[in-house]
């Protein structure tokens, strides 16, 4: 147990997310620039965590959580075009160099460690597509105190992150949709479909509209016709994927809403890598999915990027992760609430298992809850949070 944790709880009589009269929901797959940066530079956290434990017998201070990924340039031709300019992809931010870990052997993991995430989840992005500009420098003397002898890390930041729960009907029709665009099953069907995609979801009462951008790869368009023909069918697919859902039975879908007929390749949403990434759309960490793969627009959100950050100190990483988890678990067990809020605040230096507060917001018709069985559950993820660092550092927690 976790004494010193302050654990707030407010009732709230809001309404909740999903009877409210719209929502806005958006979700970035795994081929969108942006989810490319968070994705590879967590990889490469946990690279370099796993090193560290391996050869010092502890994880020391780094975080990897600044990249960008700057667009290259390529010609468009329908049967296949070419990649004039590789991209670029800029890496950096700090890391613990030693006798036993020179900086250069730092380097050739986190190039490494880039290059074979591409190879894993990009079928079209080779090694000659990609460039790297490493920018790591040595941690703060400071910042690398904070993981010494105690058996207590203390946050590297101070920070506050919120998670909620339960997903609503139209989030998990935004995450499902992105989840089936990109699965093996559509990409054998619809070989012309890239990994690049981004989808919106507005619902307004019980109406759902999805407007989908879906880049092309033009090595399986031979012309104009065969592009609209080929979308129609598409969107023909993921409406009969919707009705089988059967959360929304009035959805409309719009794919690559830019596309005109007529333009030839100008009108038309195509790439030769299957991600924008090749010609027009760089991308950052921390401009993707949030800690629950989704951007949603009516909840509460933390200002923290979770991708690249270190698992085993860095709160930014943790309590995002945590007061998801945290929300869900409460939802889960404590009867009559509607909707659950879960905000986590530390300070640089304090135990991480000791935060300065936990604020929890149900949403509940009821006059009053179970706010025991609230405390229960916070104290007892507390006291459990080496276990939790170890499943961030596994490399299950962030899957886009």
């Not at 700090?94 to 052997?105: D, H, M, V, W």
């Not at 090595?219 to 697919?237: G, L, N, T």
């Not at 010609?279 to 949603?296: E, F, H, K, T, Y």
Request: net charge negative.
């Amino acid at each position: 147990m976790n004494p010193k944790s302050n654990i707030l709880v407010e009732l709230s009589r809001d309404t909740a997310t999903f009877n409210k009269r719209f929502e806005i929901v958006e979700r970035k797959g795994v081929g969108h620039p942006d989810t490319i940066c968070d994705l590879v530079v967590e990889e490469i956290e946990i690279s370099l965590s796993k090193l560290y434990l391996q050869t010092t017998g502890m994880v020391q201070h780094h975080n990897m959580d600044k990249a960008l990924l700057v667009a290259g340039q390529s010609e468009n031709r329908f049967g296949g075009g070419k990649i004039t300019k590789p991209l670029k992809l800029i890496l950096g931010d700090r890391a613990t160099f030693g006798e036993n870990l020179p900086r250069k052997q730092i380097e050739d993991i986190v190039a490494k460690t880039a290059t074979s995430w591409f190879e894993n989840h990009l079928r079209f992005v080779k090694e000659e597509h990609l460039q790297y500009q490493l920018e790591i420098g040595q941690a703060s003397s400071e910042l690398r105190s904070i993981f010494g002898a105690s058996k207590e890390i203390g946050a590297n930041d101070t920070s506050a992150l919120v998670g909620y729960a339960p997903l609503t009907d139209t989030e998990n029709a935004v995450l499902q949709t992105e989840r089936y665009l990109n699965s093996k099953e559509f990409k054998s069907e619809f070989k012309e479909s890239g990994e690049d995609i981004k989808v919106m979801g507005f619902r307004e009462r019980e109406s759902l509209e999805l407007t989908i951008a879906m880049a092309f790869v033009d090595s399986y368009v031979s012309s104009e016709q065969s592009y609209f023909k080929r979308k129609d069918e598409m969107i023909q697919a993921i409406s009969e994927f919707h009705k089988k859902l059967g959360r929304f039975h009035d959805h409309k879908i719009v794919l690559n809403n830019l596309d005109k007929r007529g333009k030839g390749l100008d009108g038309l949403y195509l790439t030769v890598l299957g991600t924008s990434a090749d010609s027009s759309d760089s991308g950052q960490v921390g401009r993707g999915n949030r800690a629950n793969q989704l951007i949603s627009l009516n909840r509460p959100s933390g200002s923290e990027a979770i991708a690249g950050k270190n698992s085993v100190s860095h709160i930014g990483k943790i309590y995002n992760m945590l007061s998801f988890k945290l929300a869900d678990e409460i939802y889960k067990k404590v009867p009559d609430i509607d909707e659950v809020f879960v905000w986590m605040y530390n300070a640089i230096g304090q135990p991480i298992n000791q935060p300065k507060a936990v604020v929890v917001q149900p949403v509940s018709r009821k006059e009053s809850i179970q706010v025991s069985e609230i405390n229960n559950v916070i104290e007892e993820n507390l006291s459990k949070m080496d276990d939790f660092c170890k499943y961030l550092m596994s490399g299950k927690a962030l899957v886009a």
